[in-house]
């Protein structure tokens, strides 16, 4: 018999695109100035593609001029969750759905105010719903 999480997966595996898996399951990342959100500017609240939590609000969305959607905040405290990433030579903190524990980019501490923070989000693991 199956467990819990193999079938989670492999219920993902058919969910998602390629793309949208290796980034949210895997921790890849998308080529800077691709994705369907960098340049993005209409209002509306931003879900993960593998379970649908809120996670960003465009009010908190701005150009980093990075090449992926950033933010200053998340939608709530508990939308994400931060962990210590030291892949690639480098020390990050990676960015998490809180929910499901996909990986959806990492936070920088060179944001503008007033949070000074700078959440680098993959478009591929975003679902746009705009405001009604």
Request: hydrophobic share 40%; net charge negative.
């Given at each position: 018999m199956s467990q819990p999480d193999e079938i989670y997966e492999a219920e993902l595996r058919q969910k998602?695109?390629?793309?949208?898996?290796?980034?949210?399951?895997?921790g890849g990342t998308e080529p800077a100035f691709t994705g369907l959100y960098h340049d993005h500017k209409a209002p509306g609240r931003y879900h993960c593609v593998a379970c649908g939590a809120e996670l960003f609000r465009s009010e908190e969305k701005y150009d980093s001029g990075s090449g992926w959607p950033s933010f200053t905040a998340p939608?709530?405290?508990?939308?994400?969750s931060e962990h210590r990433d030291?892949?690639?030579g480098m020390v990050r903190t990676e960015v998490r759905c809180h929910r499901c524990q996909s990986h959806l980019g990492h936070v920088f501490p060179d944001?503008?105010?007033?949070?000074?923070?700078?959440?680098?989000?993959?478009?591929?693991?975003?679902?746009?719903?705009?405001?009604?």
């Open positions: 998602l695109t390629p793309e949208q898996y290796r980034i949210a399951r895997e939608a709530s405290a508990e939308a994400v030291v892949s690639h944001g503008p105010p007033p949070t000074g923070l700078r959440y680098c989000i993959n478009s591929a693991v975003l679902d746009f719903k705009a405001a009604d």
